[in-house]
């Protein structure tokens, strides 16, 4: 499975940015897909995820109720729209495929840039 992540950039804080992740090869091997971030210094945190079937959605305490992950199953790929962008939300940005017990998959990463 490959993972394209994108749709990375410089942004004002407080606003918005919608990253894609497009998944090709044995996609139907993943159950979740789901978004990490990290900043430098830091290590890298779990951000959300979502089931590919049913949809369910779980979020970092951090980025809920500004950030919203999706999917197209038609297109293999999964979306993180993140709206009211703050400083600490700056990172690199990477998807990953959850396959059996762990997160198997990993894309390259996108950059986020947040001014203040």
């Known amino acids: 499975v490959q993972l394209q992540a994108s749709g990375g950039g410089l942004v004002q804080a407080g606003g918005s940015l919608r990253l894609s992740c497009a998944a090709s090869g044995r996609t139907s091997s993943v159950s979740i897909m789901g978004w990490f971030r990290q900043a430098p210094g830091k290590e890298r945190e779990f951000v959300a995820n979502?089931?590919?079937?049913?949809?369910?959605?779980y979020y970092a305490n951090s980025v809920k109720g500004r950030f919203t992950i999706s999917r197209d199953n038609a297109k293999n790929t999964v979306y993180l729209q993140m709206n009211n962008l703050k400083p600490e939300d700056a990172a690199v940005y990477y998807c990953a495929g959850w396959q059996r017990s762990s997160w198997s998959y990993w894309g390259q990463g996108t950059l986020v840039t947040v001014s203040s």
């Open positions: 979502i089931n590919w079937s049913e949809g369910n959605t």
